[in-house]
């Protein structure tokens, strides 16, 4: 059957929905800590959990990270209160963009280095672009298509070996 909105469709469904979507979110991050920490049990064997996020938040990485989320959450504020919304998501791609290239000279991954340049390269065109496109093809064209990208560098590289 088709609602025609959200909003018309059934509570039980809609709870349904939420409940899929919250362990969808669930299994992601366990899978996420799970293979962050097989990673990094490949440098250190004694690894947790616990050390992982010690070695990850440093001062270095805290210095770079809270200006960049800081502005982020200005301009998503900003956007909001102005009535751009539309401009939502190449802002968002260009910012995130730049986030992740300057946390790939904090951790020396390309992947990551990959991503941020697909997210700034994609930001700006689509954020020129925004009155022709849908939200939804914003968002493939940014972050659907970085993160895509970036996952497929990690597991193959450039040259096409297995990692």
Same mark, same amino acid.
């Given at each position: 059957?088709h609602?025609?909105?959200?909003?018309?469709?059934?509570a039980?469904?809609?709870?349904? =929905?939420?409940? %899929? !979507?919250a %362990?969808s979110?669930?299994? +992601?991050?366990?899978l996420?800590?799970?293979?962050? %920490?097989?990673g990094?049990?490949?440098?250190?064997?004694?690894?947790t959990?616990?050390? =992982?996020?010690?070695?990850?938040? +440093?001062?270095?990485?805290?210095?770079?990270? #809270?200006?960049? !989320? /800081? +502005?982020?959450? !200005?301009?998503v504020?900003? !956007?909001?209160?102005?009535?751009?919304?539309?401009? =939502?998501?190449p802002? #968002?791609?260009l910012?995130?963009?730049? &986030?992740?290239?300057? #946390?790939?000279?904090? &951790?020396y991954?390309?992947?990551?280095?990959?991503?941020?340049?697909?997210?700034?390269?994609? *930001?700006?065109?689509?954020?020129?672009? /925004?009155?022709? %496109?849908?939200?939804l093809?914003?968002?493939?064209? +940014?972050?659907?298509? *970085? &993160?895509?990208? /970036?996952? =497929?560098?990690l597991?193959?590289?450039?040259?096409?070996?297995?990692?």
């Amino acid at each position: 059957e088709h609602y025609g909105a959200f909003a018309a469709v059934p509570a039980p469904y809609k709870a349904l =929905l939420w409940i %899929l !979507l919250a %362990l969808s979110i669930l299994l +992601t991050a366990y899978l996420k800590i799970n293979n962050f %920490l097989r990673g990094a049990r490949l440098v250190r064997s004694n690894m947790t959990l616990y050390k =992982l996020i010690k070695e990850i938040y +440093t001062p270095q990485f805290m210095s770079v990270s #809270l200006p960049h !989320l /800081a +502005t982020i959450a !200005l301009a998503v504020v900003f !956007l909001y209160q102005k009535g751009m919304t539309l401009y =939502l998501v190449p802002v #968002l791609a260009l910012l995130f963009g730049l &986030f992740t290239v300057s #946390l790939s000279l904090v &951790f020396y991954m390309k992947g990551v280095y990959l991503l941020g340049f697909w997210l700034v390269a994609a *930001g700006l065109l689509t954020l020129f672009a /925004a009155e022709q %496109l849908s939200i939804l093809a914003m968002l493939i064209l +940014t972050f659907s298509a *970085g &993160f895509i990208l /970036a996952a =497929l560098y990690l597991y193959t590289g450039l040259n096409g070996e297995r990692r």
